[in-house]
């Protein structure tokens, strides 16, 4: 298994420029997210999907789009790239199960993607 | 006030120390998770709990559902333990992950 994929690692970009990051896993995880990190503050939730046709907002989640038409692959779209947007992104998954107490798995995250508005 | 509270920010150590860092929470969760990061590295889990307490290796974590706490504990410190730690819950109501803002463990020799 490859886990949780992330492409790219690296990315610069000039304001209004759109691009996609790519996530997929191959664990057949219901769970998915994006979350961005920046100095000094924590991991914050962008997007998540708990499944396939399914996505919510989180607490970031302005200037991004995301889908989730497969189970595996969840990308993360930037229209108009800001240099607010200038940050560490990580793509995660887990497996989900409703109406349990304990229904979440091991947390699987990508490597992460640098990226740099100008 | 921020719905996951870590504490300490930061903490250093000598080699061979016990260290306790601490994760509470106001909101209902499903499940709670601690990660580690290491500077310039990926995220890593480390336990991912629902009651009780956990244990691998040196790391031993636990949770009190009805405090609402979390403590990761690493038994004899080493500098490879150096390294960012993150709680972060997973909310029962809304299926979303709430990160803590992560402790900074600096272990010496």
């Known amino acids: 298994n490859a886990g949780v994929t992330q492409t790219p690692k690296f990315q610069v970009l000039k304001t209004g420029q759109s691009m996609t990051l790519q996530c997929a896993q191959d664990?057949?995880?219901?769970?998915m997210s994006w979350y961005r990190q920046d100095p000094g503050m924590g991991l914050r939730l962008i997007h998540y999907?708990?499944?396939?046709?399914?996505?919510d907002q989180g607490e970031v989640p302005n200037g991004y789009n995301v889908s989730r038409s497969t189970t595996e692959d969840f990308p993360l779209r930037l229209l108009s790239a800001a240099p607010s947007q200038t940050s560490v992104y990580f793509c995660?998954?887990?497996?989900?199960?409703?109406?349990?107490?304990?229904?979440?798995?091991?947390?699987?995250f990508g490597e992460g993607s640098r990226l740099t508005v100008l | 006030k921020n719905e996951v509270e870590q504490s300490p920010q930061n903490l250093t150590a000598q080699e061979g120390e016990f260290i306790t860092i601490n994760c509470s929470y106001s909101?209902?969760?499903?499940?709670l998770h601690w990660l580690q990061q290491h500077p310039g590295g990926g995220i890593v889990s480390l336990f991912m709990?629902?009651?009780g307490k956990k244990k691998h290796g040196r790391l031993i974590a636990t949770i009190n559902i009805q405090e609402k706490h979390s403590s990761l504990h690493i038994t004899a410190s080493h500098p490879r333990d150096s390294a960012v730690y993150i709680c972060?819950?997973?909310?029962?109501?809304?299926?979303?992950?709430?990160f803590g803002t992560g402790t900074r463990l600096q272990v010496f020799p």
């Open positions: 664990m057949n995880h219901e769970y």
């Open positions: 972060a819950v997973l909310s029962y109501n809304t299926d979303k992950l709430i």
């Open positions: 909101v209902g969760i499903s499940a």
């Open positions: 999907s708990v499944g396939a046709g399914i996505t």
């Open positions: 995660a998954s887990s497996i989900l199960n409703r109406g349990r107490i304990a229904n979440t798995g091991e947390l699987f």
């Open positions: 709990l629902s009651s």
